[in-house]
């Protein structure tokens, strides 16, 4: 059992992880979206489709950065200096985000503008720092003896850039697709048509960063078996199920855009999603800090993870109750009189 606790840690970050990206991604990528629509009637129903449940999808985040603290220390002391800069970033931009919750509701006339952009730029400021440090972490971490050693504007890239703009557009895609649960009538339409133009531009980006990635020279590429120069087909056939599934979960997608569809086009997104994140834990594994740390290098003491694991499966039950009751109970179209306040 000792020797697993690694193993099962590191899946539970990942699932941690993954339920952030899944259930923050709709509410920023809804902020991300928020200026775009004409009346102000629409914000607030945009606002209100999420009010009940934004900030209970932030507990996953505090769940994946506690547990790699925690589980994982080494990895947390070496990956930290490499993105403290984007971290601060996403967090003042998630506290703006969070106060305009509160504010806008009580603010009229200019003020009630003042809140909305902020509303806006704090999801998308947010957003694309988490791009910033995905992308840091798919071109690696400079390590010494398992220590931070690179400079200080190591995740400003070209190709962190890219990421931090493709997150952008599948939060987008996520907060669309949502938005088509939530609402009816002519916002509905307009969400349609957003989820479309999104759903284009997010195919367009994984193949970018799916292309980009064998430039960079690193072993994520390797794991995938393939380069510029060289394709190791042993290593690319049996992963090839990967990006066949994206194709048809993009097929799927757009036909249930088209086809009037109210779950469909959410789930898809969502299929998307998990194989973007399944391509990335294929590139990394077993690196925890890439590619210089990993997750059995990085472990705390088993005694420690132990006692974790037990904290863990005793609280885990009770936030995964809560998220789904509160789903259960807000569920539905929202409408203009369904106020926050």
Same mark, same amino acid.
């Given at each position: 059992?000792?020797?697993?606790?690694?193993?099962?840690?590191?899946?539970?970050?990942?699932?941690?992880?993954?339920?952030?990206?899944?259930?923050?991604?709709?509410?920023?990528?809804?902020?991300?979206?928020?200026?775009?629509?004409?009346?102000?009637?629409?914000?607030?129903?945009?606002?209100?489709?999420?009010?009940?449940?934004?900030?209970?999808?932030?507990?996953?985040?505090?769940?994946?950065?506690?547990?790699?603290?925690?589980?994982?220390?080494?990895?947390?002391?070496?990956?930290?200096?490499?993105?403290?800069?984007?971290?601060?970033?996403?967090?003042?931009?998630?506290?703006?985000?969070?106060?305009?919750?509160?504010?806008?509701?009580?603010?009229?006339?200019?003020?009630?503008?003042?809140?909305?952009?902020?509303?806006?730029?704090?999801?998308?400021?947010?957003?694309?720092?988490?791009?910033?440090?995905?992308?840091?972490?798919?071109?690696?971490?400079?390590?010494?003896?398992?220590?931070?050693?690179?400079?200080?504007?190591?995740?400003?890239?070209?190709?962190?850039?890219?990421?931090?703009?493709?997150?952008?557009?599948?939060?987008?895609?996520?907060?669309?697709?949502?938005?088509?649960?939530?609402?009816?009538?002519?916002?509905?339409?307009?969400?349609?048509?957003?989820?479309?133009?999104?759903?284009?531009?997010?195919?367009?980006?994984?193949?970018?960063?799916?292309?980009?990635?064998?430039?960079?020279?690193? /072993? @994520? !590429?390797?794991?995938?078996?393939?380069?510029?120069?060289? #394709?190791?087909?042993?290593?690319? $056939? &049996?992963? %090839?199920?990967?990006?066949?599934?994206?194709?048809?979960?993009?097929?799927?997608?757009?036909?249930?855009?088209?086809?009037?569809?109210?779950?469909?086009?959410?789930?898809?997104?969502?299929?998307?999603?998990?194989?973007?994140?399944?391509?990335?834990?294929?590139?990394?594994?077993?690196?925890?800090?890439?590619?210089?740390?990993?997750?059995?290098? /990085? @472990? !705390?003491?088993?005694?420690?993870?132990?006692?974790?694991? #037990?904290?863990?499966?005793?609280? $885990? &039950?009770? %936030?995964?109750?809560?998220?789904?009751?509160?789903?259960?109970?807000?569920?539905?179209?929202?409408?203009?009189?369904?106020?926050?306040?």
């Amino acid at each position: 059992m000792e020797s697993s606790l690694p193993m099962i840690w590191a899946g539970l970050l990942a699932i941690a992880v993954f339920l952030y990206l899944l259930l923050d991604g709709f509410d920023l990528g809804l902020g991300i979206l928020f200026p775009f629509v004409n009346r102000d009637e629409h914000r607030d129903i945009m606002m209100n489709t999420v009010a009940p449940v934004w900030d209970g999808n932030e507990t996953w985040l505090v769940l994946g950065g506690g547990g790699l603290f925690a589980a994982f220390p080494k990895a947390y002391a070496a990956l930290m200096p490499a993105i403290y800069m984007p971290i601060g970033f996403m967090l003042t931009a998630l506290i703006f985000r969070g106060v305009a919750f509160e504010f806008r509701a009580r603010a009229t006339g200019s003020g009630r503008r003042i809140w909305d952009q902020a509303f806006h730029w704090g999801s998308v400021v947010a957003t694309f720092a988490q791009g910033l440090i995905l992308g840091t972490i798919v071109q690696g971490v400079t390590l010494e003896q398992g220590r931070f050693a690179g400079g200080m504007f190591d995740w400003l890239t070209p190709f962190s850039f890219v990421t931090g703009c493709a997150l952008v557009w599948g939060y987008v895609l996520l907060g669309a697709t949502w938005l088509v649960i939530k609402t009816e009538g002519e916002l509905l339409d307009w969400s349609r048509q957003a989820a479309l133009i999104a759903a284009i531009v997010v195919l367009a980006m994984i193949a970018v960063v799916s292309f980009w990635v064998p430039a960079l020279d690193v /072993a @994520a !590429a390797d794991h995938w078996g393939f380069s510029y120069f060289d #394709v190791d087909w042993s290593k690319l $056939l &049996p992963l %090839i199920p990967v990006p066949l599934l994206v194709a048809v979960s993009f097929w799927r997608l757009i036909r249930g855009i088209r086809r009037g569809d109210t779950y469909s086009p959410y789930l898809w997104s969502v299929a998307l999603f998990l194989l973007g994140y399944l391509g990335l834990l294929i590139g990394i594994f077993p690196y925890i800090v890439p590619y210089g740390l990993t997750i059995e290098q /990085a @472990a !705390a003491a088993p005694n420690t993870q132990g006692l974790l694991l #037990v904290g863990a499966l005793v609280m $885990l &039950p009770i %936030i995964l109750g809560y998220t789904v009751y509160v789903y259960w109970v807000f569920r539905g179209k929202v409408t203009s009189d369904a106020g926050y306040h």
